[in-house]
């Protein structure tokens, strides 16, 4: 599931990338369009770290891993923190005032965020994706799934809808191998937010 939510990650940055590079001068209704799917993302993104942090860690520490190791990521997370405050202040003035001047000062934010992102990324799977596959049966991790899926219902709909928007047959494979497909099939269903108003930004 880890991997899984890091390429929703990376296939959105990118698609922040791109859209920006071609932002439309004055389209105030590509700024809003553009600003509705970053409130999406930057809520699924913090949301996904605070978790980690609450609930991965905990489980982590419980099955071995060190103190240090996660200390670092939660370095990491700090900067990402803050890269993800910056774009949001740049999303934020693009949509007040759609110029191509702020349009470029998002798409320096994103790149910014990009780099960051991909540092702890490669960092966390060469660190943490072992310890999640090899521990993956003991109790601790067990539970830690059980938490992570204790989400509202109709953000988990919202959830699933993004993560497979986009996502390789690896992925969505590994998507079902997490979450029952029945389950992963009536959420699908709910996430209607996503599909009417954030899946329609990137076609």
């Known amino acids: 599931m880890n991997k899984v939510i890091h390429g929703a990650v990376r296939r959105d940055l990118a698609r922040f990338a791109a859209a920006l590079d071609a932002f439309p001068e004055g389209s105030k209704d590509r700024a809003v369009r553009l600003s509705t799917a970053w409130k ?12 980690e942090h609450e609930i ?8 071995g891993v060190q103190a240090s190791v996660l200390a670092e990521m939660d370095a990491e997370h700090e900067r990402m923190a803050g890269a ?10 693009l949509e007040l005032q759609p110029t191509e001047t702020n349009a470029k000062s998002a798409r320096a934010a994103v ?9 702890h990324f490669a ?3 060469r660190e943490l994706e072992p310890v999640y596959h090899d521990k993956r049966n003991t109790p601790e991790i067990k539970a830690m799934g059980r938490a992570f899926a204790k989400r509202n219902p109709l953000r988990s709909g919202d959830f699933v809808a993004w993560v497979q928007n986009g996502a ?20 699908g269903l709910l996430g209607q937010r996503y599909r009417r108003t954030v899946a329609p930004v990137w076609r």
Do not use: C, K, M, N
């Not at 390789?168 to 959420?187: C, D, F, K, M």
């Open 123 to 125: 960092h966390e799977e």
């Open 84 to 93: 993800l405050v910056q774009a949001d202040l740049a999303f934020t003035a």
């Open 56 to 63: 991965a860690w905990p489980a982590l520490t419980a099955v």
């Open 111 to 119: 790149a910014d965020l990009e780099q960051v992102v991909a540092e």
């Open 40 to 51: 999406f993302f930057y809520g699924e993104l913090d949301q996904h770290h605070h978790g």
């Open 168 to 187: 390789t047959p690896q992925e969505r494979a590994a998507l079902r191998e997490s979450i029952p497909p029945p389950v992963v099939a009536v959420l």
